[in-house]
């Protein structure tokens, strides 16, 4: 008999987006920009939050903060998936 049990497998923890932590909480992207407000002083827009719950905006490590405190979460807890467009897909590219 073994004296020791073989080691666990590390299990990642499950990923939730900002979206749906937000929703669970039963909060609307007013609480949550009131709740930022609340923690950190810091001023975001409707539609900033909306496009980082998205994905159609990167964060910030700023953000990422400000986030962080309004759901009094670590901050390294919140990653992004986001990833910019190439310059010249979005049409910005030089000629």
């Known amino acids: ?54 994905g159609l905006r990167g964060a910030s490590a700023k953000a990422i903060s400000d986030i962080a405190a309004a759901y009094r979460i670590d901050p390294d807890l919140i990653t992004t998936d986001y990833r910019p467009r190439d310059a010249f897909q979005s049409g910005r590219g030089a000629a």
């Open 1 to 54: 008999m073994p004296k020791h049990r073989p080691k666990r497998a590390i299990k990642t923890p499950p990923h939730v987006s900002l979206k749906a932590l937000r929703q669970m909480r039963g909060w609307t992207l007013d609480k949550l920009i009131a709740e930022i407000a609340g923690a950190t002083g810091a001023n975001y827009q409707r539609g900033t939050i909306s496009a980082i719950e998205s």
